[in-house]
């Protein structure tokens, strides 16, 4: 069983009530699978319209690349 532990919501830049959520899940994909921490994107501020699941040992990599792209 899938366990989410909310970790932050930024607000959106650009939007008035938009969201930038981040999570980490336990089990995303059923019983042994790897702990996932997710993104999602909202534009209004209720449902999340894109979300990315970015395996823990990934952190590190996507960190260095968004350095890149800021």
């Known amino acids: 069983m899938s366990t989410t532990t909310q970790i932050e919501t ?12 981040i999570a980490n899940i ?5 019983a042994g699978t790897h702990e996932v921490t997710s993104i999602g994107i909202s534009l209004v501020g209720d449902d999340i319209e894109w979300k990315v699941h970015i395996p823990k040992q990934n952190i590190d990599q996507v960190i260095e690349a968004l350095q890149k792209a800021k």
Not at 10 to 21: H, N, R, V, W, Y
């Open 10 to 21: 930024i607000e959106l830049a650009g939007t008035k009530k938009g969201t930038i959520s």
């Open 26 to 30: 336990t089990e995303p994909y059923g």
